[in-house]
């Protein structure tokens, strides 16, 4: 029969266009898929039928052809596509419930911890005002003491980013001035600059640079950048923090010329514990949260953090937050 070359699809679409063409003497516009079995060819079938003959014509649609097997191929992996696409949404809801509950695990133990560590500290710092104590106790109480200390930092470090991550966090925007945030994180890391023999300086091309910033959290930015530079600054290596405006933006800089980092892991330093090396020039521990904490805050102020860095010459690390206009 004539249906032998109608493709298996388009049998049913063939069968009514005979009929219609047998019923009503005349079809057209029939878009019927031929076949022989390799390839397939969608075709325009039109027609005129008589008491005892027929005429067909068929002509190629407006459609380009397709081969048989690719045009299969294709509707498979559409379906593969949709049902894969289906069964990562899931994942993706298991994920986030999953990381939601770490955050709180995490909290938790940070939390838990940060009471006894105060007090392991205090009394290592008790101990080392002792009277009498011996050169090697005193040694080791300063040992407990600093390790307490760190441990601390670490634990609030902690609770600051999973607090951050779970997107519990308030914050209090007032006008405040980016210069004197600069300053006030010189004064507070004088002696770290110090002990290092790095000069610490201010540079400021503006005499105030107002923003909306939540005080605390801004200090916590900045004094997280400064750590950093110094940290991962050799002895007598210059730190600058440098307060700009540019384009209505008020650009807070901190600027060494340290060990730098390298190109490949410039964009992950921003995630959590990304440490790029073991620790900074004079041993000082590497945790890997700081700058995470400070990608997090910066958002919370509608501003961007950047990093410019060439390893071997040094850093720059670039806050920019939309600046407040004086009216
Ligand atoms: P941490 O300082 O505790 O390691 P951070 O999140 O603050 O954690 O920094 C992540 C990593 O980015 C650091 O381990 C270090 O490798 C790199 N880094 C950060 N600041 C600087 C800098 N000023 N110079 C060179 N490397 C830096």
Same mark, same amino acid.
């Not at 690719?70 to 809801?93: F, M, P, Q, T, W």
């Given at each position: 029969?004539?249906?032998?070359?109608?493709?298996?699809?388009?049998?049913?679409?063939?069968?009514?266009?005979?009929?219609?063409?047998?019923?009503?003497?005349?079809?057209?516009?029939?878009?019927?898929?031929?076949?022989?079995?390799?390839?397939?060819?969608?075709?325009?079938?039109?027609?005129?039928?008589?008491?005892?003959?027929?005429?067909?014509?068929?002509?190629?649609?407006?459609?380009?052809?397709?081969?048989?097997?690719?045009?299969?191929?294709?509707?498979?992996?559409?379906?593969?596509?949709?049902?894969?696409?289906?069964?990562?949404?899931?994942?993706?809801?298991?994920?986030?419930?999953?990381?939601?509950?770490?955050?709180?695990?995490?909290?938790?133990?940070?939390?838990?911890?940060?009471?006894?560590?105060?007090?392991?500290?205090?009394?290592?710092?008790?101990?080392? *005002?002792?009277?009498?104590?011996?050169?090697?106790?005193?040694?080791?109480?300063?040992?407990?003491?600093?390790?307490?200390?760190?441990?601390?930092?670490?634990?609030?470090?902690?609770?600051?980013?999973?607090?951050?991550?779970?997107?519990?966090?308030?914050?209090?925007?007032?006008?405040?001035?980016?210069?004197?945030?600069?300053?006030?994180?010189?004064?507070?890391?004088?002696?770290?600059?110090?002990?290092?023999?790095?000069?610490? *300086?201010?540079?400021?091309?503006?005499?105030?640079?107002?923003?909306?910033?939540?005080?605390?959290?801004?200090?916590?930015?900045?004094?997280?950048?400064?750590?950093?530079?110094?940290?991962?600054?050799?002895?007598?290596?210059?730190?600058?923090?440098?307060?700009?405006?540019?384009?209505?933006?008020?650009?807070?800089?901190?600027?060494?010329?340290?060990?730098?980092?390298?190109?490949?892991?410039?964009?992950?330093?921003?995630?959590?514990?990304?440490?790029?090396?073991?620790? @900074?020039?004079?041993?000082?521990?590497?945790?890997?949260? @700081?700058?995470?904490?400070?990608?997090?805050?910066?958002?919370?102020?509608?501003?961007?953090?950047?990093?410019?860095?060439?390893?071997?010459? @040094?850093?720059?690390?670039?806050?920019?937050?939309?600046?407040?206009?004086?009216?």
């Amino acid at each position: 029969s004539i249906l032998d070359f109608v493709d298996a699809g388009s049998i049913e679409k063939g069968k009514k266009f005979l009929e219609e063409l047998r019923e009503q003497g005349g079809a057209g516009g029939w878009e019927i898929v031929v076949s022989n079995g390799l390839e397939a060819w969608p075709l325009s079938f039109s027609g005129a039928a008589g008491e005892t003959s027929m005429i067909i014509l068929a002509a190629p649609a407006a459609r380009e052809t397709m081969d048989h097997g690719l045009y299969d191929e294709l509707s498979r992996l559409n379906n593969e596509l949709i049902n894969r696409e289906r069964e990562l949404a899931r994942k993706g809801v298991a994920l986030e419930r999953l990381s939601a509950e770490k955050t709180r695990l995490l909290a938790i133990a940070a939390h838990d911890l940060r009471n006894p560590l105060t007090i392991v500290g205090a009394y290592a710092d008790m101990l080392k *005002g002792q009277p009498g104590l011996d050169e090697e106790s005193m040694q080791w109480a300063d040992e407990i003491s600093r390790s307490a200390r760190f441990m601390r930092e670490l634990v609030e470090e902690l609770l600051d980013s999973s607090r951050l991550e779970s997107g519990h966090v308030e914050v209090d925007l007032q006008e405040v001035d980016l210069v004197a945030a600069a300053r006030h994180a010189g004064t507070i890391n004088r002696m770290r600059a110090d002990m290092k023999q790095i000069p610490l *300086g201010i540079e400021t091309e503006v005499e105030k640079a107002v923003i909306r910033a939540d005080p605390v959290k801004l200090r916590q930015i900045v004094n997280n950048l400064v750590v950093n530079a110094i940290k991962f600054s050799r002895s007598g290596s210059p730190v600058t923090i440098r307060v700009r405006s540019a384009a209505g933006r008020a650009l807070l800089e901190v600027v060494d010329q340290g060990i730098g980092i390298p190109p490949n892991q410039l964009s992950t330093i921003f995630e959590p514990f990304a440490t790029v090396g073991p620790s @900074g020039t004079a041993g000082e521990p590497s945790v890997g949260l @700081g700058l995470a904490i400070v990608k997090n805050l910066v958002q919370l102020h509608n501003a961007t953090v950047e990093v410019e860095s060439e390893e071997g010459r @040094g850093s720059i690390f670039r806050v920019a937050f939309p600046s407040v206009v004086d009216r």
